[in-house]
């Protein structure tokens, strides 16, 4: 009987462990994205991935730098 109260006293440790450990890692109210987070574009002419905010667009189009913006456009 010892051996068993043993036991569970051992499986109850290991899962209040796991269950501490894995509210550490998930922390509540932190759903969907970081609020720092930003979205990105791709260039139209070199396929780079940049922030959206720093994109020069024209005709619809996001380009990384001014040169491919002129380049992509034809001019």
């Given at each position: 009987?010892?051996?068993?109260?043993?036991?569970?006293?051992?499986?109850?440790?290991?899962?209040?462990?796991?269950?501490?450990?894995?509210?550490?890692?998930?922390?509540?109210?932190?759903?969907?994205?970081?609020p720092?987070?930003?979205?990105m574009?791709?260039?139209?002419?070199?396929?780079?991935?940049?922030?959206?905010?720093?994109?020069?667009?024209?005709?619809?189009?996001?380009?990384?730098c001014?040169?491919?913006?002129?380049?992509?456009?034809?001019?």
């Amino acid at each position: 009987m010892a051996k068993f109260l043993l036991f569970l006293a051992v499986v109850a440790a290991i899962y209040l462990l796991v269950r501490a450990s894995n509210r550490r890692g998930n922390p509540p109210g932190k759903a969907g994205p970081d609020p720092g987070t930003e979205e990105m574009a791709r260039c139209a002419l070199c396929q780079v991935h940049f922030p959206r905010s720093e994109s020069r667009r024209q005709d619809g189009k996001d380009f990384c730098c001014d040169e491919h913006r002129r380049l992509g456009a034809g001019d």
